[in-house]
């Protein structure tokens, strides 16, 4: 079965700074990977996906991730924080062993910036 | 991509009644899927929903607490029937993005239901 573990519940950043999510999963097959993030009272937004293509995927933002299947990580990062950024962050990754390739979700991550 | 909507946004009802939340979609799709969000937490699939069958329930979650419907290719709906306290969560339909088959999915922007 699949899973995935983000490492931290919290990051507190200051603005300007870099800012790094942890994301580690498990999988039997080659996974589909995502981030999505949810603001205060909004809905969800895809930052970013991996479906096998480059490892180094660029999303929305100025956010981007590497995939790296040595390590079955897929960290989220980003040079400089804003303070746009503060929101919920959650790592996704589709599970192709269900029929309806069910999302496996992470506890998700708040990041916190600091001005 | 697909643009989802969600009635009600936001409600708080009574303990023991019943709210159901719509879901609508302005491109046709196969699979719609329901998730709750309880307070602080990551999301949790409570089915998923296919027109012209039953919905197929995960762990945990029963149709007689949860009924759905799928009418036709654009529209959905979740019950959540005979409330309590626990059932305060947010509550999100999304769909699949069939055009690429990359598993990413579209959100509606999610009913917040509190229970007194």
């Known amino acids: 079965a699949q899973s995935v573990t983000q490492l931290d519940s919290h990051v507190s950043v200051s603005e300007g700074t870099p800012v790094l999510l942890r994301c580690n999963y498990s999988?039997?097959?080659?996974?589909?990977l995502f981030w999505y993030v949810q603001h205060p009272n909004k809905g969800l937004q895809l930052l970013l996906k991996y479906t096998s293509a480059a490892t180094l995927v660029k999303g929305i933002n100025g956010f981007e991730a590497e995939f790296k299947k040595s390590e079955t990580s897929f960290h989220l990062t980003k040079p400089s924080a804003h303070m746009s950024d503060a929101a919920e962050y959650f790592c996704?990754?589709?599970?192709?062993?269900?029929?309806?390739?069910?999302?496996?979700w992470g506890a998700g991550t708040k990041l916190i910036i600091k001005p | 991509s697909a643009v989802i909507s969600q009635k009600p946004s936001r409600d708080i009802c009574q303990r023991g009644t019943s709210l159901t939340i719509q879901c609508q979609v302005d491109?046709?799709?196969?699979?719609m899927f329901w998730y709750r969000q309880q307070p602080g937490q990551s999301l949790t699939l409570i089915a998923t929903?296919?027109?012209?069958?039953?919905?197929?329930?995960e762990s945990g979650f029963v149709i007689d607490k949860f009924p759905i419907s799928r009418p036709n290719l654009t529209f959905s709906t979740l019950t959540v029937s005979n409330m309590s306290p626990e059932d305060s969560s947010i509550y999100l339909c999304?769909?699949?993005?069939?055009?690429?088959?990359?598993?990413?999915?579209?959100f509606g922007p999610g009913t917040r239901l509190t229970v007194t």
């Open positions: 999988s039997s097959y080659s996974p589909s």
């Open positions: 996704v990754v589709s599970d192709p062993s269900y029929s309806n390739y069910q999302l496996i």
């Open positions: 999304s769909v699949e993005d069939e055009e690429t088959a990359s598993y990413e999915q579209y």
């Open positions: 491109s046709q799709v196969t699979m």
């Open positions: 929903a296919n027109q012209g069958s039953e919905a197929t329930y």
